[in-house]
């Protein structure tokens, strides 16, 4: 059973564009929800992350949106750029837990 | 720092043959950890590791074993390989213990191809 549900699968954006993907959980017991990037060929490597005590994080054009009551969030990246073209995980994890439940991924391909 | 390394990048096997991935870190991270990426799946933890001695079954446990004999070192063993476990693998560490909640930081990857 999928603990962390991602959506959609693929993402083809123009540049400039805002780049979107959602990602909703069911454990309420979960109290980090970090991004991971993957460029093909490489692992993947934290983007950025959220706590639920804040409904949004910003880092530079990279957003999180965070909906504790409708168990989801989401990535938000604006003016989306070619190099931004890469696989996107949301993440699912509790305190003190070790394992972290990963979605399913997202291929973003951001066209010039 | 190298971070962490992975060996081998590729590697092909025969149903019923044997392999060892190995993995590295030098960051002295207490946590260290293996993935497999399949398409559709994501990432799910296989076996991890809080320690040197110290290891713990992830979700898809079956057909591998680990060892932590040092800090640094953390390999991943194919007793009997099947074309299930044809797969990408990550291993990864990050500093605490309990780390779910701590950033991992992921190898390069081996790509295993199961015949």
């Not at chain 1, 805002?18 to 692992?43: L, M, R, V």
């Not at chain 1, 950025?48 to 990535?75: M, W, Y």
């Not at chain 1, 699912?92 to 010039?112: C, D, E, K, Q, W």
């Amino acid at each position: 059973q999928q603990q962390v549900k991602q959506s959609p699968q693929s993402l083809i954006v123009q540049k400039g564009g805002i780049s979107i993907i959602n990602c909703a959980y069911e454990n309420t017991a979960f109290d980090y929800f970090p991004w991971y990037q993957q460029f093909p060929g490489k692992g993947p490597a934290l983007l950025i992350a959220i706590r639920p005590d804040v409904s949004e994080k910003k880092e530079g054009r990279f957003t999180i949106s965070f909906n504790k009551s409708a168990k989801q969030f989401s990535l938000h990246i604006m003016d989306s750029q070619p190099g931004d073209s890469a696989t996107y995980f949301c993440a699912a994890s509790r305190t003190g837990a070790n394992n972290l439940f990963f979605g399913t991924g997202t291929r973003l391909t951001v066209i010039p | 720092n190298a971070g962490v390394t992975q060996t081998p990048k590729f590697q092909v096997l025969k149903t019923g043959q044997s392999m060892t991935l190995q993995c590295a870190q030098d960051m002295n991270h207490e946590y260290m950890s293996w993935y497999r990426q399949d398409p559709g799946m994501g990432l799910r933890l296989i076996h991890y590791s809080v320690g040197a001695g110290i290891t713990d079954q992830g979700e898809v446990p079956n057909g591998y074993n680990v060892s932590r004999s040092t800090t640094e070192d953390f390999p991943l063993r194919l007793l009997s390989a099947a074309p299930s476990q044809t797969s990408v693998y990550f291993c990864a560490s990050s500093y605490y213990l309990g780390s779910g909640t701590d950033t991992q930081y992921f190898g390069p990857g081996t790509r295993l191809t199961v015949l």
